[in-house]
């Protein structure tokens, strides 16, 4: 599949990374803008009104959440966020705030695209009028409208909290969903300390949905963060 | 020669102890005091003339508060004068004026005057006492210019009440009058003084007639004057020996001349502690006022035990040392002491007691002349007139209660009762014997009341039922007389024994349970390595004691003492108790002055609670906040000892606590620097290499001859530079995850997790590493949650296969999990060469490879990180190799909480 061309504008200070970004992005057909420092970048963002914005967390003016937070006041479209490791704190905290997804560094060429791509194609479901009722993943498939999931065409049995922690999870497909988000999404608000019901849900999800469960193909763990229903599920395993 | 020089160079002890005290003068301020016999003398005058001479020779001189009484002539020596303006305090609708301490520490000027040294401060200041404020003023390194008339003097305030009949309330320690460093004795003959006061220049006409009567009488002025003088001269005589002193000028007295006070609640005892200061100060003695409870004092109302502790308090004032004993004997307990502490003159009170009681019972005076030994006694007449001791009330024993009379007449019913039966068969004797038995017993068992009414109804009914004529109280032989007398008396007597057992039993728990509670103590500080814990340790022993609440205030790095988070109950429950800004500061006050503050203390006795600074050796930890419900619990000289005596024991555990962990601070830069010379060697091979191979294709890729390169060859050099770019990256990580690591603390992050989870992102990361081997998984499908940091425990695992993977090409590897009760154990297996024998162990430590020339790299980072996780989980970790081949890595976590529901 050859994505439709992105107008892109990456916040990020390093010029090593900058060249790397505009090198690799435009030989892919997108078009790049780059902003060394915050300020630049929430100017240019007005400016230019990017589909994606790519927000580098450590920045020289302005810290990374707080550049997340003045873009979702109005920009709607998706952020991703670039961070080191061992900052899962701050991973969560910049998807809480609004960002999409996170990458961190180093990474290839081919995660980056990977995940401009999810972004891309939830865009175009959210933009497009008809409603999805059929999610399809390599062996799985999810009728939506049914309430119905299959594996391999034979029928499989989910409680109704396992159901509804799958859809949420396949809606957002590529997507990474923070226990946050997911406790809120299917306990409620109230249990968004309770990250354990999550587990215990995730476990047997897992081995309903999975051939093996510690190497799953559909759900895939964030370690620190959260959890993410795989893109493109027979690329690995 | 110098064998013939006379022996006449000063003691070095002497020598030192005047050098230490010069060097606490040169840091403290100096105090100058204008003395006088009586108001209107001119003091403030004297004060406000030499601050002027000050301050034209260009000293900084502030006034800091000055009572004018409306005195012209002292007003206008203001003029020119700096003067502090006063602080205002409102209490009860009244708006008060008072010196302000904190403006003039603020202020610190050189020299500060301060008028009346014997004022009391209005509630809501910092002391109560003025002379506080002052000493505060010279702790600071101010000097402090002040006045003070003679009846203010605290040891001559009872000659003072004699003479005038006037009782003066506010007092200044002798102490403090004796540390002054210069007394200016502000003198006016009688006769000059009351024709001041005539003139209205002292008072106000209205108020001058009043005091004329009343204080200004001609004879009163002589007697304030005489001992004003006597006074002053005493301290030109002390200064005046000390010079001597200084210059070697021999004088002999009797050295260590130690005096004993025994003190009671009889206001006789005032008296005692007044004549045992003079009598000490006289001798130059140290001086000790002891407080003897016996069982029988106990019982002493509140009221009584109350002017006990303000006799002590008075005799700390006068400078004494005190201490509160306990024991069965005054005399033997207040002798005990004596010799312990080398006591050379004892004081006790003249008994006031009549003849026939001293025949029964030997006088607290004669049994301690008798067991005085060398120490000379001392006894001090009662006033006459005063009022005699208070005798102290019966203690509500609990056989006093009905119920023990029920019993002890239900004893006498049964022992009737079984002499009905025998009377026909056995003599009368014996019944008596039979009865004694049961008033014996009621003695023993129920005290006296209940047993005097044993004896009687014993009496009576084996008078009324076996005493012929029976049926009747007529005795027809008197011989029976004599039988009742001896069962009253047998049961006055054993009832008092028991009563006395009982008692010393008692005193002897309570030694005991003070020993025991400070044993305990110190044997739980002992096994605790954190502040906090040791000071939740006290809070908990203090609270056994006392009902209340107490936390443990600590300072910043700043030496700003921090409002507590919380403070701990006695049942265990915490509460936010509001330190208000003022009670903060009162625990800032105790801990920057190493003294207790708040209530029962000298420093804003207010407050409702007490702060007790944390002193150690070396310096103050914190301190110990203690809120009791009844604040009365505090006003026990012995319950404080406790208390200090817990808070000291902890202090020092807190001291040793911190300097381990300053030594372990140390031994962690000396590891760091290790770690640091290790890394630099090993940076020299391990980054080097990767980083040639970068640069190496790299530089061919964008070379002059890459148009040259064949597409497999530019794929093979472009494959070598995302490879090796992900070795360093590695290595990288492992390099930032052990500094981290190690810099101080692990913070975990823990959560309930499932290990199948874990296992899941390891694989997928290691998907790439993984190909072509078989990876084996057995998880029991019950395999509880683990509670542990998500991200912790996926790297160890990672580092673990990541491990196997290197050291085991090709082979495939085991990962297994099984929950013990206590524990959850992982082991990750491969089924390569196996570790080098003896390895084992050394495995874990930095920087150790298992084979130092193999190619494969990769500093032996990994391992270590292992080890650091595992133990910051409170697990353990091992290797070792399997008994068919291979290595066998396996660590265990504690499962040391319940999953929630």
Redesign the interface.
């Known amino acids: 599949m050859n994505p439709a061309p992105m107008q892109l504008l990456a916040i990020e200070d390093d010029p090593q990374i900058q060249r790397f970004l505009s090198a690799a992005l435009d030989a892919n057909g997108h078009t790049l803008e780059i902003a060394g420092t915050a300020a630049d970048g929430l100017r240019l963002a007005t400016l230019r009104q990017p589909d994606v914005i790519i927000v580098d967390l450590g920045l020289p003016d302005m810290s990374g959440l707080d550049v997340i937070a003045r873009l979702r006041e109005w920009f709607k479209r998706p952020i991703l966020v670039l961070s080191a ?2 900052q ?1 704190a701050d991973k969560i905290a910049a998807l809480d705030a609004g960002a999409d997804d996170y990458l961190t560094k ?1 990474f ?1 060429i081919g995660e980056l695209l990977a995940r401009l791509r999810v972004a891309q194609r939830h865009v175009a479901e959210r933009d497009g009028a008809t409603l999805q009722t059929r999610i399809d993943a390599d062996a799985l498939s999810i009728d939506l409208a049914a309430h119905r999931v299959q594996r391999d065409g034979v029928d499989l049995h989910l409680t109704p909290t396992e159901y509804q922690l799958l859809t949420v999870l396949a809606k957002h497909r590529g997507k990474v969903l923070t226990h946050r988000q997911l406790l809120r999404e299917i306990w409620g608000a109230a249990h968004v300390e ?3 019901y999550l ?2 849900y ?2 047997a999800l ?1 081995h309903k949905i999975e051939i093996d ?4 193909r559909y759900l ?2 964030e ?2 963060v959260g959890y993410r229903f795989a893109d493109d599920p027979a690329a ?2 | 020669m110098a064998a013939n020089l006379p022996d006449a160079r000063p003691d070095p002890d002497a020598l030192l102890e005047r050098v230490q005290r010069e060097e606490v003068h040169s840091r403290r301020g100096r105090l100058k005091i204008f003395f006088g016999a009586a108001p209107g003398v001119g003091k403030s005058y004297a004060m406000l003339e030499a601050a002027r001479k000050q301050k034209a020779d260009g000293t900084d001189v502030i006034v800091g508060y000055v009572e004018l009484h409306g005195r012209p002539e002292t007003e206008a020596l203001l003029q020119g004068m700096e003067v502090l303006p006063p602080q205002t305090l409102e209490h009860r609708g009244l708006t008060l004026i008072e010196f302000d301490l904190d403006a003039a520490l603020k202020r610190h000027p050189r020299v500060v005057l301060v008028d009346e040294l014997a004022h009391s401060n209005h509630p809501g200041a910092r002391h109560p006492k003025r002379w506080m404020d002052i000493v505060e003023l010279l702790e600071a390194g101010i000097d402090v210019y002040t006045t003070v008339n003679v009846q203010h003097i605290e040891s001559l305030n009872d000659v003072v009440t004699q003479i005038t009949g006037v009782t003066v309330r506010e007092t200044v320690p002798d102490r403090v009058f004796d540390a002054a460093d210069e007394v200016e004795l502000v003198d006016l003959p009688p006769d000059d003084l009351l024709q001041r006061m005539r003139e209205g220049k002292v008072y106000a006409p209205e108020k001058s007639r009043h005091a004329l009567e009343a204080f200004f009488r001609k004879g009163n002025l002589i007697a304030l004057r005489q001992l004003a003088l006597r006074a002053t001269a005493e301290r030109v005589d002390a200064a005046m020996r000390e010079y001597r002193d200084d210059h070697s000028i021999h004088e002999t007295w009797a050295a260590g001349e130690r005096v004993l006070v025994c003190v009671g609640p009889d206001p006789l005892s005032e008296r005692l502690v007044r004549a045992a200061r003079r009598l000490a100060s006289a001798l130059h003695a140290d001086w000790h006022a002891i407080y003897v409870e016996t069982p029988k004092l106990t019982r002493l109302p509140r009221a009584a035990r109350d002017r006990v502790l303000e006799v002590l308090k008075l005799a700390e004032s006068l400078g004494a040392e005190t201490a509160n004993l306990s024991g069965e004997s005054v005399a033997q307990e207040a002798l005990a002491f004596a010799r312990q502490n080398n006591v050379s003159k004892m004081i006790v009170g003249k008994p006031t007691r009549s003849r026939w009681q001293d025949r029964f019972q030997p006088s607290l005076v004669d049994e301690i002349v008798r067991g005085s030994g060398h120490i000379d006694v001392y006894v001090i007449s009662g006033e006459v007139g005063a009022p005699p001791a208070p005798a102290p009330p019966r203690l509500p024993t609990r056989s006093s209660h009905w119920r023990a009379y029920a019993w002890s007449a239900g004893v006498v019913a049964a022992i009737t009762a079984l002499c009905t039966v025998l009377y026909p068969n056995i003599e009368r004797t014996n019944l008596v014997m039979l009865y004694l038995l049961g008033t014996v017993l009621a003695a023993t068992r129920f005290g006296r009341g209940p047993s005097v009414l044993a004896a009687v109804l014993s009496v009576c009914l084996f008078d009324f039922l076996f005493v012929p004529p029976e049926y009747s109280f007529v005795i027809s032989d008197t011989q029976y007389l004599i039988t009742f007398a001896v069962m009253l008396a047998t049961a006055l007597i054993i009832s008092h024994l028991a009563a006395r057992g009982r008692r010393q039993a008692s005193v002897a728990r309570a030694r005991e349970r003070r020993a025991a509670e400070q044993y305990a103590l110190s044997r739980e500080l002992a096994q605790s390595r954190d502040i906090d814990g040791l000071g939740a340790i006290l809070r908990r022993h203090l609270l056994a004691g006392i009902d209340g609440q107490a936390a443990v205030l600590l300072p910043d790095a700043e030496g700003r003492i921090q409002d507590p988070e919380r403070f701990c109950a006695r049942d265990g429950s915490e509460a936010r108790y509001p330190v208000p800004g003022n009670d903060l500061g009162i625990a800032q006050w105790a801990y920057d002055h190493r003294r207790k503050a708040g209530h029962g203390t000298d420093t804003l006795a207010s407050a409702n609670a007490i702060f007790l600074p944390l002193n150690a050796q070396r310096n103050c930890i914190g301190v110990l906040a203690l809120r009791p419900k009844d604040p009365h619990q505090l006003d026990v000289p012995e319950q404080m000892h406790l208390i200090e005596s817990l808070v000291n024991q902890t202090a020092v555990a807190m001291e040793r606590v911190r300097l381990t962990q300053t030594a372990h601070t140390a031994d962690v830069q000396v590891e760091s620097e290790k770690l640091r010379n290790v890394l630099l060697s090993s940076i020299s091979h391990d980054f080097r290499t990767p980083l040639a191979s970068i640069i190496g294709a790299a530089s061919t890729l964008s070379g002059e001859h890459a148009t040259a390169l064949d597409p497999a060859q530019r794929h093979g050099l472009e494959t070598t530079i995302i490879e090796e770019a992900q070795r360093l990256h590695r290595l990288v990580d492992n390099l930032l995850d052990l500094t981290r690591l190690t810099q101080g603390p692990v913070q975990l992050r823990r959560q309930w997790l499932t290990f199948e989870e874990i296992v899941g992102s390891v694989l997928r990361r290691l998907h790439d590493a993984l190909a072509g081997r078989d990876v084996r998984v057995d998880l029991p499908p019950d395999l509880p949650l683990i509670h542990a940091d998500e991200v912790l425990l996926e790297q160890l695992l990672f580092n673990l296969v990541e491990n196997a993977l290197k050291h085991a090409p090709g082979s495939d590897l085991n990962i297994r999990a099984e929950a013990t009760l206590g524990s959850i154990s992982v082991s990750v297996r491969d089924h390569g060469p196996g570790l080098p024998p003896g390895e084992e162990s050394r495995v874990f430590d930095k920087f150790h490879r298992g084979d130092v020339e193999a190619a494969q790299s990769g500093f032996g980072l990994g391992l270590a990180i292992c080890k650091v996780i595992v133990e910051a989980h409170g697990g353990r970790i091992s290797a070792h190799n399997a008994a068919d081949g291979g290595a066998e890595f396996l660590f265990t976590l504690p499962r040391d909480a319940e999953p929630p529901e």
């Open positions: 490791r061992s899962e180093p290839g309770s990250p354990h587990r215990i995730m476990r897992r469960p510690t190497r799953p895939l763990t370690v620190g690995k395993h």
